[in-house]
Antibody, heavy 116, light 107 residues
């Protein structure tokens, strides 16, 4: 069964950091570009960023709203995707999804709340 | 960034109705557009890829059309399970951008 399982969400103060993880199974993770997508409470979907696969040198792309603060990485030996979030703002509060957009594979999401 | 503008933002419709949702891009994106359905409590599910191709397993009452800057998602005969929020996504250039969503509610 194709599966993505996110973890690492929680409550953090503004200006703080958090690292999300996503464990993949049931497909050849190393062959896939992987994305993070988020949804703030009561809002729509927002694409956060992408890491490409080894063939494409693991290059990354980011939304303007997170560029310079968030870093996407991956460890193909562990079938894992990561999202390092620094300098968090209240507007980063959202449900964060690990996604293989090209093949429409979605995790269930992990909630991040930025609040004092 | 490319702005994706969906209309309407919300609508009420009855079972059996024909429903059309529009997505406009702020610049041309060829046919690099997908449509997603988001039911409450469920993860988004892609219905249409490359503007007009029906995803495997998606009901044939869903169809997509358009190219360039204007796109439509049509539901030919609305079913109870179709009451959901629909999003378009452009994947022509980075950053990828979603439309703001169209909530389809029961009349």
């Amino acid at each position: 069964e194709v599966q993505l399982v996110e973890s690492g969400g929680g409550l953090v103060q503004p200006g703080g950091s958090l690292r999300l993880s996503c464990d993949a199974s049931g497909f050849t993770f190393s062959d896939h570009n992987m994305d993070w997508v988020r949804q703030a409470p009561g809002k729509g979907l927002e694409w956060v960023g992408r890491t490409r696969d080894k063939t494409n040198s693991y290059t990354t792309e980011y939304a303007a709203s997170v560029k310079g603060r968030f870093t996407i990485s991956r460890d193909d030996s562990k079938n894992s995707l990561y999202l390092q979030m620094n300098s968090l703002k209240t507007e980063d509060t959202a449900l964060y999804y690990c996604v293989g957009l090209i093949d429409d594979i979605w995790g269930q999401g992990t909630m991040v709340t930025v609040s004092s | 960034d490319i702005q994706m503008t969906q209309s309407p933002s919300a609508m009420s419709a009855s079972v059996g109705d024909r429903v059309t949702i529009t997505c406009r891009a702020s610049q041309g994106i060829s046919n690099h557009l997908a449509w997603y359905q988001r039911r409450p409590g469920k993860v988004p599910k892609r219905l249409i890829y490359d503007a007009s191709n029906l995803e495997s397993g998606a009901p044939s009452r869903f169809s997509g059309s358009g190219s360039g800057t204007e796109f439509t998602l049509t539901i030919s005969s609305l079913q109870p399970e179709d009451f959901a929020t629909y999003y378009c996504l452009q994947h022509n250039i980075y950053p990828r951008t979603f439309g703001q969503g169209t909530k389809v509610e029961i009349k």
